[in-house]
């Protein structure tokens, strides 16, 4: 009977052992695999500078502060009273000291353990404000206040406030845990009249909380800089009453904070509480009233009768900061006088336009597309279409394309193999003319059919890295064995399709036991280790999103919602638009991503992702990245060559983004304006085409994007834009444009403006032109042009001066 109780303990142990190495197995195959992928894109070094920096702030943070609080705690215990007075209370603690002393080693350790994990995680999120705070890069512009560079308030004034927000908290802790120790071991005597503190106590309590409140004299400083950050019920910046009340306001406070911190030090020599009492008593009366009271009388009675006159010089910085911020300082408002009456020859005059109109709406041409060239049901295209345009018989050509991709749902035969082994890619890329229709009103495709026609030259048609792929695919085998995979049906064919080998570069070997063990734990799939299919030669690909892969790869980067593929050099090639942003412009108005991006299209497409819930003031599209359908590889082009936020963030990883000369001329033809951006600077054009300080103080002249006709009621978004090649008004040609109408503030829906940028690569990309129609005419907006389609088409009539609106034009 003895043995039984020792062999349990014998396999509880061995039990606990083995959890514990499934768990650490576990979690290294994931490490494991994240670097192997890494290795595949020849991107490591990015992997090795995140995780290093992370590692470094982890092993920083966490060992301050636990050593720290844990060196408080140890001084608090030695400088204890050898002697304690009996007392009631003195009675109760002593039975706790009983308890906790043949543990406290053990309770030491262990919370010094705790504190180093969690600080070390807290720490290593500010991986991408320390990188940013290193690397700083100058703006060549100074705030219009303090006369600072704008790289302090973007890079360096938010690693400066971490790093004063972890000193208070930790030194608070330190304080509390240094007052249970002394309380517990007698140092701190509540319940005597004299001497409530030992020598000791007062020392180290005095010493925690005079650093404390000298920190929070540095945190009040601080303080001052971020108020042109803060966003306020009129504009993002100082006002009037931050400028002559809070921040000197700040200032008295931090001077106070200084004289209080001197007062707990002085408590070191002293036996009284009284001085620090009433330092801290001072510092919280003049809170009140300095940096309370005192801005809001100045703002009741000297900033509020004269608002408008007292505000205009600050509205004027913020008006801006904010379009430089944006990139649309160089943005002029045009008045021009739209006419709704016609003459003979106008169309004949707009010819290039006219012949440049799209029958074909990306946006709902998805399921004819799906009806026309998804040819079988494991194909599929995505919800919302893109754009492009492609020179057709030396004429450049608008045309609506698509990738065909593979859908798993639509497979009638699910099973592992066939869904990791056999369909492991799309085929195919389609293209159809955006002005042209056939005699039965269906699109005209350029490119089309399986295998693809040869309207676009010849490319590679398999599609391994796309939208919507398999989460994991194993391919690749020995040249000499049968292949495996799915090409394309073909009726030619003995068992009407075609199988391929791929012979791609990307993916992960997948040859040693070794590694087919790391992704059997990786994916809990016990097949990816026994399969017969799986051989040396096998590959594995996984993060196949092209949106996925870039971010994975630049992190620091925010990237637009709509990849969308183009035929480069021969190849499908995925664009992706990547975004520096900032949250640190001085003056400039801040604008949440998901907020502003957010429109009828946004909402309702599955093939767009959402833009994350994040505040920011300042934006540039200054990565142009491709993502290889083929091969996976993924490039980083720079795109804004004079951004500062880039140039930091290339300082951090040297050469990861390759120079704007090594874009081919192929992949330029195919770049455009990104939506994603283009939504942010309509959104805040909308009020900040209002150049003086009194007529935006006045807000009669503010547009807004008009509901999308399209949708109705309460849920009604906003319209998307709308990519067209169009020839505005005193440009020499027509060209590729990004456009949106404007519409008046508040219920009416009459055309106030009409914008577009300029997205053909060359001296006018990124040219944005804005018309104003008079204030004093009534031109119909999108919502009451779509009403009168509706009421003629069920008279069969349509007129000109629908047409013309459809151009934004007259």
Request: glycine share 8%; proline share 6%.
């Amino acid at each position: 009977m003895p043995r039984i109780p020792k062999r349990r303990g014998v396999l509880i142990v061995t039990a606990a052992i083995v959890a514990v190495a499934l768990a650490i197995l576990v979690s290294l195959s994931g490490f494991y695999s994240d670097w192997l992928w890494f290795k595949s894109v020849d991107f490591t070094s990015v992997w090795k500078t995140t995780l290093f920096t992370k590692a470094l702030l982890f092993i920083v943070f966490g060992g301050l502060t636990s050593l720290i609080i844990t060196a408080n705690i140890v001084i608090a215990y030695r400088r204890r009273p050898l002697y304690v007075p009996l007392t009631i209370e003195a009675d109760n603690l002593e039975r706790y000291r009983g308890q906790l002393e043949p543990i406290r080693r053990f309770v030491t350790a262990g919370l010094a353990l705790v504190l180093f994990y969690f600080a070390g995680t807290a720490g290593s999120t500010l991986w991408s404000s320390w990188l940013l705070f290193k690397n700083s890069t100058p703006f060549g512009t100074k705030d219009p206040q303090f006369g600072l560079d704008i790289s302090f308030f973007a890079f360096r004034l938010p690693f400066w406030q971490s790093l004063l927000e972890w000193g208070i908290s930790t030194l608070i802790l330190s304080l509390i845990a240094a007052g249970v120790v002394h309380y517990l071991y007698g140092g701190i005597r509540l319940q005597v009249r004299e001497d409530r503190t030992t020598v000791s106590a007062r020392v180290q309590l005095s010493v925690l909380m005079g650093i404390i409140v000298l920190i929070k004299g540095g945190a009040y400083w601080l303080d001052r800089y971020h108020l042109a950050l803060t966003e306020g019920k009129l504009i993002t910046g100082l006002t009037y009453t931050d400028v002559n009340a809070v921040l000197p306001a700040k200032a008295i406070l931090a001077g106070i904070a200084i004289v209080c911190s001197l007062l707990f030090f002085a408590n070191i020599i002293r036996r009284s509480w009284v001085l620090p009492a009433a330092g801290v008593a001072l510092m919280v009366i003049s809170s009140v009233l300095i940096s309370g009271v005192y801005p809001g009388v100045i703002q009741q009675f000297q900033v509020k009768p004269s608002e408008s006159s007292k505000e205009a010089p600050y509205i004027q910085k913020n008006i801006n900061a904010t379009r430089a911020a944006y990139g649309i300082s160089g943005v002029k408002v045009t008045d021009y006088q739209a006419t709704i009456a016609t003459s003979a020859g106008q169309l004949s005059k707009d010819a290039s336009t006219i012949s440049n109109i799209r029958l074909m709406d990306p946006n709902v041409l998805s399921a004819t597309f799906r009806q026309l060239q998804q040819i079988k049901p494991y194909y599929t295209f995505p919800f919302s279409l893109d754009i492009d345009r492609y020179p057709v018989a030396g004429v450049q050509r608008d045309t609506v394309v698509a990738v065909r991709e593979l859908n798993l749902a639509g497979n009638p035969s699910r099973n592992w193999i066939n869904d990791h082994l056999v369909y492991t890619h799309g085929f195919g890329f389609v293209a159809a003319y955006g002005n042209v229709r056939d005699a039965d009103g269906k699109p005209s495709f350029l490119v089309g059919d399986l295998p693809p026609t040869k309207g676009l030259g010849t490319f590679e048609p398999r599609v391994y890295f796309g939208e919507n792929v398999p989460d994991y695919s194993i391919i690749g085998g020995a040249k000499t064995s049968t292949p495996v995979e799915l090409d394309y049906p073909d009726d030619t064919s003995a068992n009407g399709q075609k199988n391929v080998t791929y012979t791609g570069k990307g993916g992960v070997p997948m040859g040693s036991l070794f590694n087919r063990l790391v992704f059997a734990i990786k994916y809990q799939e016990q097949r990816i280790v026994l399969s017969n299919l799986i051989n040396k030669d096998s590959k594995i690909l996984y993060v196949r999103n092209p949106r996925d892969r870039v971010a994975k790869v630049a992190p620091w980067l925010t990237l637009d919602g709509d990849p969308y593929p183009a035929i480069v050099d021969g190849r499908i090639q995925w664009i992706v638009d990547g975004y520096t942003t900032s949250a640190g412009y001085p003056y400039s108005r801040k604008t949440t991503l998901s907020g502003a991006t957010t429109d009828a299209l946004t909402t309702n497409s599955t093939s767009i992702t959402a833009q994350a819930d994040v505040s920011i003031n300042y934006i540039r599209n200054s990565v142009k990245a491709t993502v290889d359908a083929y091969d996976g590889t993924v490039n980083l082009f720079q795109w804004d060559t004079s951004d500062p936020v880039l140039k930091t963030w290339s300082k951090a990883f040297p050469n990861v983004v390759k120079p704007k000369s090594a874009i081919s001329k192929d992949l330029l033809a195919h770049i455009r304006y990104p939506e994603d951006l283009f939504r942010v600077q309509r959104d805040i054009l909308s009020s900040y085409h209002v150049t003086t300080a009194s007529a935006f103080y006045g807000g009669q002249d503010f547009w807004r994007v008009p509901r999308d006709p399209s949708t109705f009621g309460a849920n009604a978004n906003a319209q998307p834009p709308y990519y067209l090649t169009l020839q505005m008004p005193g440009a020499a040609k027509p060209a590729f444009s990004l456009t949106t109408p404007f519409v008046p503030v508040g219920g009416r829906e009459n055309l106030s403006a009409f914008a577009s940028v300029n997205s053909d690569p060359g001296p006018d990309y990124g040219k944005m032109t804005v018309l104003q129609l008079p204030r004093s005419t009534n031109i119909a907006g999108p919502s009451q042009v779509a009403s009168n389609f509706e009421l003629r088409i069920r008279f069969r009539y349509f007129d000109k001066v629908d047409l013309m609106w459809c151009l934004g034009i007259s």
